[in-house]
């Protein structure tokens, strides 16, 4: 048994669903889930892809690369600087929003 077919097995019963359920949200069938985990199917780029993100995994992760599973966020400050992401948080404030929504209101009249 590969790593990747452990690892769908894996995840799928620690998410507590059945082989349909998981099927049916990647839009493939029982069959096709049965053998990924079986190791008798080996899985396009597409599929491991929506398996990964089905499981919140990265698909380094799902394929044996890594063995941590959690996704890492990128830090935006790296890329764009302190005072682009002191201004995206700003704008991302719901209490911003509503005088946001009155400047463009101002604008267009």
């Given at each position: 048994?590969?790593?990747?077919?452990?690892?769908?097995?894996?995840?799928?019963?620690?998410?507590?669903?059945?082989?349909?359920?998981?099927g049916?949200?990647?839009?493939?069938?029982?069959?096709?889930?049965?053998?990924?985990?079986l190791?008798?199917?080996?899985?396009?780029?597409?599929?491991?892809?929506?398996?990964?993100?089905?499981?919140?995994?990265?698909?380094?992760?799902?394929?044996?690369?890594?063995?941590?599973?959690?996704?890492?966020?990128?830090?935006?400050?790296?890329?764009?600087?302190?005072?682009?992401?002191?201004?995206?948080?700003?704008?991302?404030?719901?209490?911003?929003?509503?005088?946001?929504?009155?400047?463009?209101i101002?604008?267009?009249?």
């Open positions: 048994m590969s790593v990747f077919s452990e690892r769908v097995k894996k995840l799928r019963k620690a998410k507590k669903q059945s082989q349909i359920e998981v049916k949200a990647l839009g493939k069938s029982r069959e096709s889930i049965s053998k990924y985990e190791g008798e199917r080996e899985p396009d780029t597409n599929v491991i892809a929506l398996l990964a993100k089905h499981f919140n995994v990265s698909s380094d992760y799902m394929l044996g690369i890594t063995d941590d599973s959690e996704i890492e966020a990128v830090d935006n400050s790296k890329f764009f600087g302190r005072k682009l992401s002191a201004f995206e948080s700003y704008l991302k404030n719901d209490n911003f929003i509503p005088y946001l929504q009155l400047a463009v101002m604008k267009d009249s």
